[in-house]
């Protein structure tokens, strides 16, 4: 039982790179969310979703996109990555998506860095 | 906007004390809050979450309160051992779809 996995788990790109962060759950939870954590900001909410073919912002949305083909994966892809992208990224999955009092599950992360 | 604040950023303790760490948010008006377990380089593990109408959770060692009227909750830790440093975040959820608003974290320190 793989719970929430990210892959990968550090990546250096150089300003202006694409890359895909990926996350994938085995649990068949509905909601699935990505998280920014920086020092000093505590963790930010980027984009969610509740469901296969359905996507929504969060607080920081501004250059990154999602998708949610799948009830399983939930890609997040920087198209031009620039330095205040630096960060570590968390996947975050919960069971359902109509009742919000089911706990939170996490990855252990993406660590990224933009030269 | 609801703001949440956890007091102190870091706390160290002998192992054997039992140990308060607060969170404090601005606006009472909740749906639920969440205390959250992060280990270094990993992700974070819910611990307890508490619905606007409970007044704690319990879990093993650890017990939460929520007080709504003066925007606090505590988590308490029994008998702390060296396996509980850790840092501890509170979340907390304003509406039913809204998104989790976090503190920045009391970093626990347990010295054997």
């Known amino acids: 039982n793989a719970g929430v996995t990210q892959t990968p788990k550090f990546q250096v790109l150089k300003t202006g790179q694409s890359m895909t962060l990926q996350c994938a759950q085995d649990?068949?939870?509905?909601?699935m969310s990505w998280y920014r954590q920086d020092p000093g900001m505590g963790l930010r909410l980027i984009h969610y979703?509740?469901?296969?073919?359905?996507?929504d912002q969060g607080e920081v949305p501004n250059g990154y996109n999602v998708s949610r083909s799948t009830t399983e994966d939930f890609p997040l892809r920087l198209l031009s990555a620039a330095p205040s992208q630096t960060s570590v990224y968390f996947c975050?999955?919960?069971?359902?998506?109509?009742?919000?009092?089911?706990?939170?599950?996490f990855g252990n992360g993406t660590r990224l860095t933009v030269t | 906007k609801q703001e949440v604040t956890q007091i102190p950023a870091a706390l160290s303790v002998p192992e054997g004390e039992n140990l308060v760490l607060n969170c404090s948010f601005t606006?009472?008006?909740?749906?639920?809050l969440q205390w959250f377990r992060q280990d270094p380089g990993k992700g974070l593990t819910s611990l307890l979450l508490?619905?606007?109408?409970?007044r704690e959770q319990t879990s093993g060692r650890l017990n939460a309160s929520l007080d709504k009227s003066s925007g606090r909750s505590t988590l308490y830790i029994a008998a702390s051992q060296p396996g509980d440093s850790a840092t501890y975040l509170c979340?907390?959820?304003?509406?039913?779809?809204?998104?989790?608003?976090f503190g920045k974290g009391t970093r626990l320190s347990v010295i054997a």
């Open positions: 979340a907390v959820r304003p509406g039913g779809n809204t998104p989790l608003v």
């Open positions: 979703s509740v469901g296969a073919g359905i996507t």
């Open positions: 649990m068949n939870h509905e909601y």
């Open positions: 975050a999955t919960s069971v359902d998506r109509v009742s919000y009092n089911s706990p939170l599950h």
């Open positions: 606006d009472s008006a909740i749906y639920n």
């Open positions: 508490i619905q606007s109408s409970q």
